[in-house]
Structures are given as C-alpha cells and as structure tokens.
Nanobody
C-alpha cells in the first residue's frame, strides 16, 4: 500500500516555473514506477510524465517535452515534476500516481489527491 501526497501547485504567469512534489509513504517506494497526470476542466485525464524505479528511464507526453522534467529521490520517497516555460494550456489539476508495473495509464494503482496548477496571462 502506498499513500501519495502532492504539493507545490499554485498560480503562476505564462513563462513561469513551478516544481511539484509527491511524497510517498511505505517502504517499497523505490520499487514503483511513478507518474504525473493532469486533468483540465472538461478534458480527459492526461499522462504527462513517468519515471521508472531507478530513475534511468523517463516518459513525457509530446506537449511537455523540453519544458517539464520528472525526477525522483528514493531516499526521500519523493518524486518531482519541474515545470518550466508554463503555458495557459498547462492549467489543470496534477496528480501523482504509482504502479508496480509498466507505466501504462491503466496500470497505476495508487493516486494522490491532486494539486491545482493555474497559469495566467
């Protein structure tokens, strides 16, 4: 069982940066692949980024490549999402998720409560 708590969301202007954090409980954090999702009003949930247990491999959806960076610190049971050059379309609730399997969206077993990111012009 893993419990996930996101933090770091907020209001930022276009072009600005935010760093989201996701703190995980449990001793086996390092065995999970971790992902970040987002959901904007009226839109489907989108798989934004993912990172395997070792941190050696990452995934990004095309719209955030070159702007967002996912990383993890297994000693701190924390995964991060550094978001730079933010755009209006990045506005959404961002969720952290964990899976013991491949980072296919349907595989994620544990979810955080979400943190709001709002980008304004």
């Amino acid at each position: 069982q893993v419990q996930l708590v996101e933090s770091g969301g907020g209001l930022v202007q276009t072009g600005g940066s935010l760093r989201l954090s996701c703190a995980a409980s449990g001793r086996t954090f390092s065995s999970y692949a971790m992902g970040w999702f987002r959901q904007a009003p009226g839109k489907e949930r989108e798989h934004v980024a993912a990172i395997i247990w070792s941190g050696d491999k990452t995934y990004y959806t095309d719209s955030v490549k070159g702007r967002f960076t996912i990383s993890r610190d297994n000693a701190k049971n924390t995964v991060y999402l550094q978001m730079n050059s933010l755009k209006l379309e990045d506005t959404a609730v961002y969720y952290c998720a964990a899976t013991t399997g491949m980072w296919i969206p349907r595989n994620y077993q544990y979810w955080g409560q979400g943190t709001q990111v709002t980008v304004s012009s």
